[in-house]
């Protein structure tokens, strides 16, 4: 069995780009489910922003653009908290995996190596993100801390996280937290990236609450 870290293709570092060029609070107006393509779900507020195909693509081509990559994937599902710039953002993604990997061999790779699955995901991207922190640079966005990596359950599923912070371009007093979650479903996995400014509660109780709503269904 491959390394589950290797269920991560490069080419979707460019994910990280895509919310690099905005950042406003999150208002309790009510939620409301949405269905991404049969497989997540995801509760929502009312009044959020949700970007149509077109401003998806867009986006992606911009960030392939940055990272000298031309076969960018577009967000199955992207939205933010409203009015921008936005403090809350998620964007959801569904990949073809090749060769598929399921949910049993995730969690056999967790169980039987623990630890060591943990420190060479964070090996891996350790070496990975260069290029993408070198690209983010050009539009002014700089690494705040140290990333984190490991495996938690979300979504119902046993999920790969990698969470970093980053500074905001024309904005360095503030924090975006970023965590991409990587839930192999066999065939394809869920992308699943939630985004809040660090130390705004509300925020943050937005993410939280997003996360918690969070259901992912393997085939």
Same mark, same amino acid.
């Given at each position: ?9 490069? %080419? ?7 919310t690099?060029?905005?950042?406003a ?17 995801v ?18 081509? %911009?960030?392939?653009? $940055? ?22 953002? !998620?964007?959801?993604? $569904?990949?073809? !995996? ?25 090996? &891996? &991207? ?8 070198a ?22 599923? $046993?999920a ?40 705004d ?14 259901v992912?269904?393997?085939?």
């Amino acid at each position: 069995m491959m390394p589950v870290w290797k269920s991560i293709p490069r %080419f979707l570092l460019v994910a990280c780009l895509v919310t690099a060029a905005a950042y406003a609070s999150a208002q309790d107006k009510g939620y409301s489910r949405i269905n991404v393509k049969g497989r997540v779900q995801v509760e929502l507020p009312v009044g959020w922003s949700i970007s149509d195909g077109e401003q998806r693509k867009r986006v992606a081509e %911009f960030g392939g653009a $940055l990272m000298d990559k031309p076969d960018v994937h577009v967000a199955s599902l992207a939205a933010q908290s409203y009015p921008a710039p936005s403090r809350t953002m !998620l964007r959801v993604s $569904l990949i073809d !995996l090749d060769p598929p990997l399921t949910q049993a061999e995730v969690r056999a790779e967790w169980q039987q190596r623990g630890r060591a699955a943990v420190q060479e995901l964070a090996d &891996w &991207w350790s070496e990975e993100s260069k290029a993408m922190w070198a690209n983010m640079s050009k539009v002014g966005v700089t690494q705040v801390g140290s990333p984190t990596v490991g495996f938690e359950q979300v979504a119902g599923q $046993l999920a790969m996280y990698i969470s970093y912070g980053r500074t905001i371009p024309g904005n360095t007093t503030e924090t975006m937290r970023v965590t991409q979650y990587h839930i192999p479903m066999g065939v394809d996995k869920a992308l699943i990236t939630i985004s809040h400014i660090e130390g705004d509660a509300n925020a943050k109780a937005a993410a939280d609450r997003i996360k918690r709503s969070l259901v992912a269904k393997p085939r």
